[in-house]
């Protein structure tokens, strides 16, 4: 019913820049989309929020990309993107779409996960 795929990302040099998209395909009984989010996780780390949106257009970020990277949203094409500027080798993850969706007729809301898409920053 709700399907996210990522792409954009890639091998970059430090202080390169890449967006990566994430295209949002839903079947059915959507009601509405509701926020979306930028994960990423390291190799032997946990998970962590990057940047959100909600439907209304506010963001947030975490401090280690604040002023570096920007999320936004085209929602007349259904569609995330997050643009990562200077980028550090530290940026180097596994990072993955979220987003959250409200269903017919019950108005239930849950969350779901794109299969992410590799970024590495080396030189």
């Known amino acids: 019913q709700v399907q996210l795929v990522e792409s954009g990302g890639g091998l970059v040099q430090p202080g390169g820049s890449l967006r990566l998209s994430c295209v949002v395909s839903?079947?059915?009984?959507?009601?509405?989309?509701?926020?979306m989010g930028w994960y990423r996780q390291a190799p032997g780390k946990e998970r962590e929020s990057v940047a959100g949106?909600?439907?209304?257009?506010?963001?947030n970020y975490a401090d280690s990309v604040k002023g570096r990277f920007t999320i936004s949203r085209d929602n007349a094409k259904n569609t995330v993107y997050l643009q990562m500027n200077s980028l550090k080798p530290e940026d180097t993850a596994v990072y993955y779409c979220?987003?959250?969706?409200?269903?017919?007729?019950?108005?239930?809301?849950?969350?779901?996960w794109g299969q992410g898409t590799q970024v590495t920053v080396s030189s």
């Open positions: 979220k987003g959250s969706f409200t269903h017919h007729p019950k108005y239930q809301t849950y969350d779901y």
């Open positions: 839903t079947s059915g009984n959507i009601f509405s989309i509701n926020a």
């Open positions: 949106i909600t439907n209304s257009g506010s963001t």
